[in-house]
């Protein structure tokens, strides 16, 4: 059987280390395991252990719950966009906010591109 990518390993790394950083968030459990599990989707890929219907369910956690931040999304991007990264400290609700959305949707693309990869190898 064929080995898959390498790159597969340096994007599970990189979702811990997302995971890693969660620890200073308002709620770093739920970050935590949001990018774990991606994480650990990865390297299962890596080593042939794919399991479909598991990526899909959590793509479809990552989308709802990037949904329910839609408004909060839209109102920033109303607002001209303003940075979200000039302070580490969110003061105003809509930097968090806007944050977890973003970081949902990288989730959410995460969980796509597995999903996309391993039906071309398949």
Known sequence: MK?????YLIIAFLLFVFAGVQ???PDPTLWIILYG??????????KN??????VLGW?????LWALTLLPEFYHWVQMGAPSIVNKMKAEDPWIELTREFLGLVINLL??????RQMRVQN
């Open 23 to 25: 620890w200073n968030d």
């Open 37 to 46: 599990v991606t994480g650990v989707f990865f390297v299962m890929a890596y």
């Open 59 to 63: 793509a479809m956690v990552s989308l």
């Open 3 to 7: 080995r898959p990518p390498l790159r």
């Open 110 to 115: 995460a969980c796509l591109y597995l999903m």
């Open 49 to 54: 252990r794919y399991y479909r219907p598991a």
